[in-house]
């Protein structure tokens, strides 16, 4: 019975509600990938997207507007994609369609820092991306199961192999920390991601 009462209830939501309002209920309540799927505006289904950790999407969604903000969300979303010349080139046009506007060149400011970081080998470029320095596949390797073995056999949990993965990545904290409250202060000022 109770589940009908529900089927009913969003029944009814989907009757009085346009898109666009459906989709600001799952955004104000923190589902985020419901709310983009409701969302109609492009900006407002970029913003849930983003929250939702989708950044490719986001980024695709941002693009279908042309404006100081959609461009400079769009960055936002390339840079946390690593994509940093695609970052750079999302607050050129921010910047030229909204001068002076201090969250978008600091950020820039930010995708530029991390490009030259990531220009490695004699000035060889990378396209804004980590490549590989080699792939390597072992055909005797069988298939494991929620576990990763190491050297000397020890097999790590999903945890383990986690905290691996963080101790390997090449962003220094304060890095890390400098883009974090550049977004929160973005979030907060004028414009930008929602």
């Known amino acids: 019975m109770k589940n009908l009462a529900l089927a009913v209830a969003a029944m009814w939501v989907g009757l009085w509600f346009t898109p666009d309002q459906q989709g600001m209920r799952h955004f104000r309540r923190g589902e985020f990938a419901e709310a983009a799927a409701d969302f109609c505006d ?3 289904q970029g913003a849930a997207w983003y929250r939702a950790g989708e950044f490719e999407k986001a980024a695709g969604a941002f693009a279908r507007r042309d404006t100081a903000e959609a461009n400079y ?3 936002n979303a390339r840079l946390m994609l690593g994509a940093y010349d695609a970052a750079i080139a999302c ?5 030229r369609a909204r001068p002076g ?3 978008a060149a600091g950020n820039r400011a930010i995708a530029v820092a991390r490009a030259r970081a990531l220009d490695i080998g004699g000035g ?7 490549k590989a320095d080699k792939i390597v ?4 390797a069988g298939t ?3 576990a990763q073995v190491i050297a000397g056999g020890q097999k790590l949990s999903d945890q383990e192999i986690q905290a691996l993965w963080l101790r390997r990545v090449q962003t220094r904290p304060a890095d890390f920390l400098k883009a974090k409250f550049a977004r929160q202060q973005a979030v907060r000022g004028e414009g930008g991601v929602r």
């Open 124 to 130: 060889e470029a990378t396209g804004g991306r980590v």
């Open 42 to 44: 492009p900006l407002w």
């Open 144 to 146: 494991t199961t929620g």
């Open 73 to 75: 969300d769009q960055g």
């Open 101 to 103: 506007w201090k969250e």
């Open 91 to 95: 607050y050129d046009r921010a910047l």
């Open 137 to 140: 596949f072992d055909k005797k």
